[in-house]
């Protein structure tokens, strides 16, 4: 035993097959070493292990030096990776582990461009284009790190799917919602904070009364870095009032006085969109969207909208407001021009004309 402890970054477990050995670096995954310590066997092991260069966490037995495997597992590890804000990692990072499941045993270099093409062309439109930003990233990363000489997602170019994306809340679908969580409920809190701040949802969990001074919420968006500052709605000011809150950082909270994750944040807001019995469409999300519609519908520019959404273009604004109101829009316009239209008079029809005959079909 005394032997053992002289030996770094070894760890030994005790289970009913007896006593296991294994090699640990910090940052690194457990490597085991055989026969007993201080056999041939077991010091050539943990010499081989000591002079090896460090695996990430995340490699596996299959990850040999060159293979997509080991560089994912390197990849997955970097400060380029860690950069990545939002849902962009998680998103980035399972479409990534599933292209690891089936080719992380092939070389890095054995990846052409026609390989890459014929792979998405087998994938629905979504996963495709998913797979081909998180691909074109991994691969830049990879030329940067001299892994391979060029990559080989530059020039594949795919049609971006349609979408209307998120679904926009409307109308009475926030009704619905209203009718079954009563303002003072958490559920109504929540559903006010996306209506009335148009922010997502990683940012508006982290709201609370700190960030509110004299009527203006500061936020600084999670995604952008932007900071914003909004002027709180006279609804919203009512209903953070009447919810009963601890003297918690957040007030958004869970049943046990915690901070909401993102996604346990996503889950519980929808087991509130059930309660009120709405459509599985109907998201936190869509409430940023239905913000933006409301402030279109009442007749702000998209310069006006993107100072509360904290959007950096305007096409994206556009986007977010296509759900607005258009026979609301219609008539504001008409009324602006002139509330009585102008009825065409009768033209009188020659008789000669009136004696024409009508085409036949």
Not at 73 to 78: G, K, L, P, R, T
Not at 155 to 166: F, R
Not at 199 to 213: A, E, F, L, N, T
């Amino acid at each position: 035993m005394s032997r053992l402890r002289r030996l770094r970054y070894v760890q030994s477990f005790n289970s009913a097959g007896g006593t296991h050995h294994y090699f640990r670096k910090a940052g690194s995954p457990r490597i085991p070493l055989p026969g007993l310590v201080g056999s041939a066997e077991f010091m050539a092991a943990y010499a081989d292990a000591l002079t090896a260069a460090p695996m990430p966490i995340g490699a596996s037995k299959r990850s040999k030096p060159g293979s997509v495997s080991l560089a994912l597992a390197e990849y997955f590890a970097s400060r380029t990776f860690s950069n990545f804000s939002g849902g962009t990692p998680a998103l980035r990072r399972a479409a990534l582990e599933r292209f690891r499941e089936q080719y992380g045993h092939k070389p890095l270099a054995s990846l052409p461009t026609t390989f890459i093409v014929a792979l998405l062309d087998t994938m629905a439109p979504h996963s495709a284009h998913t797979l081909l930003k998180s691909l074109r990233s991994f691969m830049t990363w990879c030329v940067e790190r001299k892994l391979i000489p060029a990559n080989p997602t530059l020039g594949i170019k795919l049609k971006v799917p349609k979408s209307d994306g998120y679904h926009t809340w409307t109308e009475d679908e926030v009704a619905r919602f209203e009718a079954a969580h009563p303002i003072g409920s958490r559920a109504r809190l929540a559903l006010a904070l996306g209506l009335y701040t148009a922010q997502r949802r990683s940012d508006v969990i982290r709201i609370g009364r700190q960030h509110i001074r004299d009527g203006v919420l500061t936020v600084r968006q999670q995604k952008t870095g932007k900071v914003l500052a909004i002027p709180v709605h006279a609804d919203l000011a009512a209903i953070i009032a009447a919810t009963p809150t601890t003297d918690h950082l957040t007030l958004l909270t869970t049943l046990t006085n915690k901070n909401y994750s993102p996604n346990d944040f996503s889950d519980q807001f929808g087991r509130w969109c059930d309660a009120a019995d709405l459509p599985s469409r109907c998201v936190f999300h869509g409430l940023r969207k239905a913000a933006a519609r409301r402030l279109a519908e009442g007749g702000c520019t998209v310069h006006e909208i993107a100072a509360i959404t904290g959007h950096t273009t305007l096409k994206e604004v556009e986007r977010y407001t296509e759900a607005a109101d258009q026979v609301r829009l219609a008539r504001a316009a008409i009324e602006r021009f002139g509330s009585e239209s102008v009825k065409p008079e009768p033209v009188e029809v020659s008789k000669p004309l009136n004696g024409l005959p009508k085409k036949a079909g």
